[in-house]
């Protein structure tokens, strides 16, 4: 279970940010402040999914792959209903600029939309994505009000800075000639529209902005053996556990 800090985005503006610029202090309070909620801050739980082991520890608020629920099949309006009704939060994983093999109505829309990219080399399954494209950026859309009519209260949004993947840049600057200012811009301009979004629906959104860690080295992290539960400080631009779609078994 993931009880390191998360840095949080509530969409309380009583206006939406303008142009990119407006973002950027934005962000900024992304990596400045943590917010830690009460008893177990935020526990994440990728594979393997055991609604009993869930409520048994009932963390305050939890992180889910959307896709990754009990029997290795999709989260259930009836399962986030009993999250809910036990004190549980469920939030649910949302990446901006890749997507996984795993999130099937997602890659198959890339693949027909000529949205694919390059394999993420860190993370087999998982790909880069023409983030700023329309078609995908709707999908988005629409798949946050699906999150938010199935029962989940919030979204973890991953990936929101693909300009720190050397990998990433590469492909970027050979599909548009761009460099890594105007990722970076693509990329405030996606995650504004998204956040915009969140908050007309009512969702409460986190950011993974990271952290460094307590000792101020690389960010330590320790797995629970057999299980999808992990506890780890979280990284400058990956979130802690194992990702979504992908098993943390150990013989």
Request: hydrophobic share 30%; charged share 30%.
């Amino acid at each position: 279970m993931s009880v390191g800090p998360a840095h949080s985005f509530e969409p309380v503006h009583t206006e939406p940010p303008g142009e990119c610029t407006s973002l950027k202090p934005l962000l900024t309070i992304f990596l400045a402040f943590t917010v830690i909620d009460h008893g177990v801050p935020l526990a994440t739980y990728w594979q393997d999914v055991n609604l009993r082991v869930i409520l048994e520890k009932r963390p305050r608020t939890l992180v889910v792959d959307p896709y990754c629920g009990p029997g290795d099949r999709p989260w259930t309006e009836d399962e986030l209903r009993t999250l809910r009704e036990h004190g549980v939060k469920p939030v649910a994983y949302l990446s901006l600029a890749t997507v996984g093999e795993h999130q099937r109505d997602l890659y198959r829309l890339t693949r027909s939309k000529r949205l694919l990219g390059r394999p993420d080399p860190e993370w087999p399954g998982d790909h880069a994505v023409r983030f700023w494209e329309r078609a995908w950026l709707d999908a988005l859309r629409a798949k946050l009000k699906e999150l938010r009519d199935l029962g989940y209260e919030g979204v973890f949004i991953d990936v929101v800075d693909p300009w720190s993947r050397d990998w990433y840049v590469e492909w970027f600057h050979r599909e548009t000639g761009g460099d890594v200012d105007e990722l970076k811009g693509r990329s405030y301009r996606a995650l504004e529209e998204l956040l915009r979004t969140a908050r007309d629906l009512g969702l409460r959104v986190y950011v993974n902005a990271g952290t460094p860690s307590s000792t101020g080295g690389s960010p330590s992290s320790r797995t629970a053996t057999g299980s999808g539960w992990s506890s780890r400080t979280w990284s400058r631009t990956r979130r802690g556990g194992p990702r979504p779609g992908t098993s943390s078994r150990r013989s």
